[in-house]
């Protein structure tokens, strides 16, 4: 028997209740089967929709039916055939089947569902996440680092450079000890068999400056070795922040709302530095403790090997025990990330909308919030520090217990003869040296946990898919004309959450077409489309012929300009702003461009002119200027696709019409979109298409829309009447004055 | 300044019948109308999901608020708390065997209705919500959603372990 591949999966009852059951599309059926045993089967005869209900934390499937007065309309939602329920975790493939059935439903055809099944982990069974090729639970633990390790490749050489010269300056230092071990031998302390090559006095003195010259050479050899490090590590944090940041750009709109602000901001700044110090500081000495850790154990256990394993008795159990804590201390830093991140969040969100802050009076309201944010992440931090505070010495003193051992038996040793005073101090000296990696090693949990958290959150932005890619060979997408064809486009933010249905438009080069409906009727979502920041979940959309699919996003961006609503500033000055929309504009066209939006008289008014610096956001600058900013950017860009999305929205009246003025001289020639709410800007419009619950309800002229007396009429008139009760009220106002 | 316009459309229940009709949905009659489907919406499902519950027609408008399911016979709340509990899907867990993390996804087993399950949490600064010192939300990977009611009366084991994970 074949397998049905037109079968869903569903997982509750009618009752909400767990359950194994299946919804499968046969033969122009559908059968309902749980727990093993079919519940239901509905023919697909007198279906119209098969439609997927969202509600929260489950969503379930219903048929709804064909009036059979008009067999194009369904019959009322009451009627509905009620089939299956699901958690969230089938939604995706819930969608999918909906497209076969109602595919079948429309046309009589049968497809096949294409939905990928979850992928399930061959070693441990559990599903695998979307977007992401391996499961992160079997992922082999030294994996991060291991990746780490191959993101740091071009800056390798520097490191290893700079940790061979450290390891030298290192073999210096432990000379330090010999020449002291032979000072103490040959002059301070002889011993019978000593052969002092010089009289004590002198060959004190000479055995000092050696050692001084030691010495030098050693803190030189330090200096170099620090310097090439630092400069390596400079630009292994810049590589990294770069890295990041760029992937960051490429992340689609809905990819980067999911983050904050001050998430993505810690992530760029704060974790590649975390990463970076981890990296190439305690990387550098990291190799540099181990290699002396085996020099300086050889030369113990050449010196002593029996006071040499006293030092390592305690060793064993610090290891047992930072081993315990390890896992303790990964989410003890995960918590202070989590706390930094979220203060992080609040003040930059407070920084932004500081003037609505202000105008609602809530300073007093932020600051307590910001406070009980900063307050926690220090509770965090402190008990981080105390944990440490607390841990670290006695970690310390236990590594350090067998100095103790070391004094009492070496002692013991010097009085008996066994060893000599001169031994017994580089024994000592060079305890030193040996303790020195292993304390180094009991603070390496912490660096770790840093680095591992900061390294983790690094990796999630850089392994987040690109949802918007260019294809590999892209067509060229040049002197645009400026037609705009949608075929069947179907999308929704969320794929079982349609926000537009079968969409078809023509748009002609250099028409004006106005885009009307209800809010949340999608008009913002059909130009988020053409200006691809979303693709369609089904069907094309099309710019002279080529599906901007198949186009470089930078050629499309570029044929494309866009005034918004808000209009966003950025820091420096007003030259600078306008002249973002093309780098190599002259300042001839800059000004060009300010003049022809009727931005030039107002920034001529300003005593910097042009080289006005605005702040972020631009908080000097009135709606209507912002606005004007906004339309001297697009003229500057001069694309042939113009969207207007509600440019003129909330202006005075008098701004109002040196706007439109802008306007209608940007709009000549080019293709143009505009939505407006206040329906007579858009009388300039060539067609008027009305939207309604994310489908084409009405086209035409203003007059012929007016004539249908349909929707827009709907809206038109409710405008009207708002209007003029606005001016009543004003008159009235007036005349009680 | 206190608002006094506090007209919010909220339905007198003493007119008000929920029944189910013939094809298993809610449908309601209010006074002499009719209507055959209605949905419930909460207007405050986290804090307060037995006040304020919106009552709409299947295209979306609203009929009126109930300020109170306490407000209706017992039946009739039984009614509408079933259904409720059919739009808001939210299982309990009450017991946390382990929470692993791997590269930023954060592995939950744990004991849901009292069934083993496990999922994943990304992103956990905003997937878990404590409400009060008593109600924690989970939310996964896929949008399912999860919730301890009385935090403080789960295993000390359990509580131990999603703590840090909690602000």
């Known amino acids: 028997m074949t397998e049905n591949k037109n079968q869903f999966f569903f997982d509750l009852d009618e009752q909400a209740k767990s359950c194994q059951g299946t919804l499968s599309f046969e033969k122009g ?87 990928e099944r979850v992928l399930v982990c061959p070693t441990c069974g559990r599903a695998m996440m979307q977007g992401i090729d391996i499961c992160l639970f079997c992922v082999d633990k030294s994996y991060v680092f291991r990746r780490a390790l191959k993101l740091m490749k071009p800056f390798l050489p520097a490191v290893l450079v700079s940790t061979a010269i450290l390891i030298v300056a290192n073999l210096f230092y432990t000379l330090m000890p010999v020449l002291n071990r032979f000072m103490t031998d040959h002059y301070l302390a002889p011993t019978a068999d000593a052969k002092p090559w010089f009289a004590p006095v002198q060959g004190i003195l000479l055995m000092s400056l050696f050692m001084i010259l030691v010495r030098a050479a050693g803190e030189g050899l330090y200096i170099v070795s620090n310097r090439i490090s630092i ?32 998430d993505l901001m810690k992530r760029i700044t704060g974790d590649t530095n975390h990463i970076r110090q981890f990296l190439i500081d305690q990387g550098r000495y990291a190799l540099e403790m181990m290699l002396m850790f085996v020099v300086i154990l050889v030369i113990l256990l050449l010196t002593n090997w029996k006071l040499t394993l006293m030092v390592f008795i305690p060793v064993p159990v610090v290891l047992v025990v930072m081993n315990r804590y390890w896992s303790r201390i990964r989410v003890r830093y995960e918590k202070q990330w989590r706390r930094e991140s979220r203060a992080n969040s609040i003040l930059h969100d407070i920084i932004k909308g500081i003037r609505v802050v202000k105008t609602f009076g809530n300073e007093e309201r932020e600051i307590q919030k910001y406070s009980k944010a900063s307050e926690d992440l220090a509770v965090v931090s402190v008990q981080n520090e105390q944990f440490w505070a607390k841990t670290f010495p006695v970690l310390g003193f236990f590594m350090g217990i067998g100095e103790f051992f070391v004094l009492i038996f070496g002692g013991r040793m010097v009085i008996t003869g066994e060893m000599t005073l001169g031994e017994l101090v580089q024994f000592t000296l060079f305890l030193e040296y040996i303790y020195q990696p292993l304390r180094w090693m009991a603070s390496l949990p912490r660096w770790l946990a840093n680095a591992m958290t900061s390294l983790v959150k690094i990796y999630e932005v850089l392994d987040e898919k690109v949802e918007i890619a260019d294809v590999e060979n892209p067509k ?79 050629d499309l961006h570029d044929s494309i300009g866009v005034v918004f609503q808000d209009t966003f500033l950025f820091a420096g000055s007003l030259y600078d702003n306008i002249a973002y929309a093309r780098e190599d504009a002259t300042r001839q066209e800059v000004i060009a461009a300010a003049k022809a939006a009727n931005a030039h008289e107002f920034i001529m008014r300003l005593s910097d002119g042009y ?83 994310g489908e084409v309800a009405e086209t035409g002229s203003h007059n012929e829309l007016m004539e249908k007396k349909g929707i827009y009429y709907r809206l038109v008139m409710a405008q009207r009447q708002t209007a003029k009760l606005r001016d009543e009220v004003a008159a009235s106002v007036a005349s009680s004055k | ?31 002499e109308e009719d209507f055959k489907r209605v949905k419930l919406t909460r207007a405050l499902p986290l804090t307060d999901p037995d006040a304020y519950i919106a009552v709409s027609d299947m295209s979306g408008k609203e009929i009126g608020i109930l300020k109170s399911l306490l407000d209706l016979p017992e039946e009739q709340q039984k009614l509408l708390q079933n259904e409720l509990s059919k739009t808001y899907y939210c299982p309990t867990i009450t017991q946390v065997r382990s929470i692993r993390e791997k590269l930023g996804y954060f592995y939950f087993d744990a004991k849901v209705d009292e069934v083993h399950r496990t999922f994943a949490v990304k992103d956990i600064s905003r997937s878990i919500k404590q409400m009060d010192d008593s109600t924690v939300f989970i939310a996964d990977v896929d949008g399912n959603r999860y919730i301890i009611r009385d935090f403080a009366a789960i295993h000390p084991a359990s509580r131990r372990k999603l703590e840090p994970y909690l602000y």
């Open chain 1, 231 to 262: 400069r390596a590590g400079t630009r292994f944090s810049d590589f990294l922040r770069r890295m990041v940041y760029e992937k960051v750009q490429s992340l689609s709109l809905s990819s980067m709302s999911k983050k904050t602000s001050g």
């Open chain 1, 29 to 115: 059926e559908l059968i309902v089967s749980v727990d093993g045993e079919e519940t239901q089967r509905v023919s697909l005869v007198e279906g119209k929709e098969l439609v997927q209900q969202t509600a929260v934390g489950c969503s379930w499937l219903e048929l709804s039916l064909k009036d059979p007065a008009d067999p194009e309309k369904a019959l009322p939602a009451s009627e509905n055939i009620s089939l299956c329920r699901f958690t969230m975790s089938a939604v995706e493939e819930a969608a999918e089947f909906c497209k076969v059935v109602n595919y079948y439903l429309e046309t009589g055809f049968v497809g096949e569902m294409q939905i």
């Open chain 1, 476 to 554: 060229p997408l040049q002197q645009v004309t400026g037609s705009i064809r949608f075929q069947n486009v179907n999308f929704g933010y969320k794929s079982y959450e349609p926000v537009l249905k079968h969409i078809n438009l023509d748009i002609a080069p250099g028409e004006m077409v106005g885009l009307v409906g209800h809010s949340g009727a999608g008009k913002s979502t059909l130009i988020n489309l053409i200006m691809r920041l979303y693709d369609p979940d089904s069907g094309s959309i099309l710019i002279d012929g080529t599906d901007i699919k198949e186009v470089t996003q930078k």
């Open chain 2, 1 to 31: 300044m206190q608002n006094t316009n506090l007209d919010i459309g909220l339905l007198d229940p003493s007119v008000l019948t929920f029944y189910i009709n013939p094809r298993g949905f809610l449908a309601l009659k209010k006074g």
């Open chain 1, 611 to 693: 080289n006005t610096q605005i702040g972020e956001n631009g908080h000097n600058l009135s709606g209507g200027e912002r606005q004007r900013l906004a339309i001297a950017r697009a003229i500057l860009k001069n694309p042939k696709i113009l969207i207007l999305d509600e440019a003129t929205s909330s202006l005075d009246p008098e701004t109002e019409d040196k706007i439109q003025e802008a306007l209608a001289r940007l709009v000549k020639n080019r293709t143009t979109i505009a939505i407006a709410h206040r329906l007579a800007t858009l009388r300039h419009a060539n067609r008027l298409i009305v939207l309604e619950k």
